[in-house]
């Protein structure tokens, strides 16, 4: 969360895999201007989002910040799911706004599919 990219996270990790994945809610803003810097053209933030380059990008920039932080390896997701809306609007928060894990791993079950499908991102 300390990723000036990122709104909100969702860390989730099976047990069945040796890596975790997360779902990160972006900050539309920074999300754009990070997205310039890498010669990414998008002018739809929801398109933005789903940009592979922009993913990996933003799973590297996860990573880093992480490191910086002392997370070790297996702490730190190996692919990543860039939602453009913030988890209130997904609807996977109290009413305090605290994340609801259960609800939150049921919401993006696909997600969490997919990335474990595709595997660890070339995050070197």
Known sequence: ???PLI???FLYGDSTQNYPVTVVSMKEEPTFKFA???GIKENNFSDLCRNKELKLAVCKELNKV?????LKG?????NVWLE?????????TTN????????????????IDDMYNEGELPLK
């Open 1 to 3: 969360s300390k990723c």
């Open 7 to 9: 709104a909100e996270v």
């Open 36 to 38: 310039q810097s890498l």
């Open 66 to 70: 992480g490191k910086q932080n002392d």
């Open 74 to 78: 297996f702490e730190q997701a190996k």
């Open 84 to 92: 453009p809306r913030p988890f209130s609007e997904v609807g996977v």
């Open 96 to 111: 305090t706004m605290k994340l609801q894990r259960f609800q939150a791993k049921v919401h993006y079950k696909k997600e």
